[in-house]
């Protein structure tokens, strides 16, 4: 990881609310390095860049401390420098690219089901080049260093580090292995010196995360274009922690985002920064087509309190024709962190995050009528059904 300190102006956009930056602390020395950052198996999952080993560190997000460590025995850490996810596969990008000489640029993909069932996992190749570079010349700053990508349906969206002109190229190839021509889907002009992104399904929100030439951290929210990435203007998220070479961004699936910040220290300037983690909420409203309020039953229902067997359906919520208690069953195994109503302009109405939430429940409140998205939080997805009360 290579900075250069110098005079940097970032134009700012829209306002995005958002709650004020917490930082929760230090990380451990052995992720001192930290560039990448997902949330899977009910913890944050890291890993150092270039020089580190070939491993990925499990960090509990109150504590902050190792939980596990897994490592990827048939490959190396060239430069490893973002880590990504979809529902069946970790997706570990090995294109850390400063001087733009590398040939040999890669993702590393290592199932989900291999990775939560043993501590040494093999991962699968996907190779790929960009189609627009022709010249691998080491000029000393390069514009196809990369420290970014995410899933987008079938594809995987890279996203340049531009060290000349601070710009960001977005590249999509596919996630099969093999190799492949990333091809060129959008961009965005001075933005900075982009070293993550997360793309939040459930909002279509990209956010991403970098910093300028002078070591400041930003954070831009992006409306997803599948089309062409940037094909609107950002949002700024607020990041008030000082000098920090902030490397991974994520979220939990229940409204926090998290990022780490890579130790870094200079002497001339006189700079310091520990590998720390933070953490910020933003006031997203999840997009919905509201569905047509269905008219009152006129023959008998079905049986007000079905168990998870007579349905299927993973997701029933209804209202107890006897105690006129809106009640929901969810019929999954998935580990459950918590569930929330909202309405159709996106505010929340009601909602529960407890170590134990249960499959089975009562809303404890009164809601009024209207058309509610009665949404679920597992450990790496989300469910959501639209419901009526009237």
């Known amino acids: 990881m290579r900075i250069v300190l110098g005079l940097y102006f970032l134009f700012t956009n829209i306002a995005l609310a958002q709650s004020p930056i917490v930082e929760l602390g230090t990380l451990p020395p ?26 990925l560190f499990e960090i509990d997000t109150l504590t902050r401390e190792i939980q596990r460590t897994v490592s990827v025995s048939n490959v190396t850490n060239t430069d490893w420098e973002a880590v990504t996810q979809d529902e069946n596969f ?25 990775y939560l069932n043993s501590d040494s996992v093999e991962a699968e190749t996907i190779s790929f080049t960009y189609e627009d570079q022709t010249d691998f010349t ?67 929100n990209l956010t991403v995360l970098g910093y300028s030439r002078f070591l400041m951290p930003f954070a831009k929210v992006y409306p997803l274009d599948a089309t062409r990435i940037f094909g609107e203007t950002g949002s700024d998220v607020t990041i008030t922690i000082g000098l920090a070479q902030v490397e991974g961004l994520t979220h939990d699936g229940i409204g926090n985002y998290f990022f780490s910040s ?10 310091t920064s520990e590998s720390r983690l933070f953490k910020f909420r933003l006031d997203e409203e999840v997009p919905s087509e509201p569905e047509p309020e269905p008219e009152p039953e006129t023959e008998p229902g079905p049986n007000p309190n079905p168990s998870p067997d007579e349905n299927e359906e993973e997701l029933q919520i209804f209202k107890d024709q006897g105690t006129g208690e809106i009640r929901y069953l969810i019929n999954s195994d998935n580990t459950i962190y918590g569930t929330r109503i909202y309405d159709v302009n996106g505010k929340t109405i009601w909602e ?23 949404v679920v939080y597992f450990d790496n997805a989300i469910s959501s059904k639209a419901f009526a009360v009237y």
């Open 138 to 204: 080491d000029t000393g700053n390069s514009d196809w260093d990369a420290e970014a990508f995410f899933v987008l349906e079938n594809e995987l969206i890279i996203l340049t580090k531009q060290w000349k002109s601070q710009g960001c190229v977005a590249y999509a190839l596919p996630k099969d292995t093999g190799s492949h021509i990333a091809t060129r889907r959008g961009a965005v002009e001075t933005i900075g010196l982009v070293t993550d992104a997360d793309y939040n399904t459930e909002t279509g």
């Open 262 to 271: 890579e130790f870094f220290s200079r002497q001339s300037p006189n700079v």
């Open 352 to 374: 529960q995050f407890t170590n134990t939430v249960s499959k089975e429940g009562v809303i404890s409140q009164p809601i009024s009528t209207a058309i509610y998205y009665f």
């Open 30 to 55: 052995e992720v001192s390095e930290t560039s990448g950052l997902i949330f899977f198996n009910g913890h944050l999952i890291t890993h150092n860049d270039s020089g580190g080993t070939a491993t």
């Open 90 to 114: 970790i997706y570990i990008g090995d294109f850390g690219n400063n001087l733009g000489t590398r040939q040999d640029l890669a993702v590393y993909r290592v199932a989900k089901a291999d």
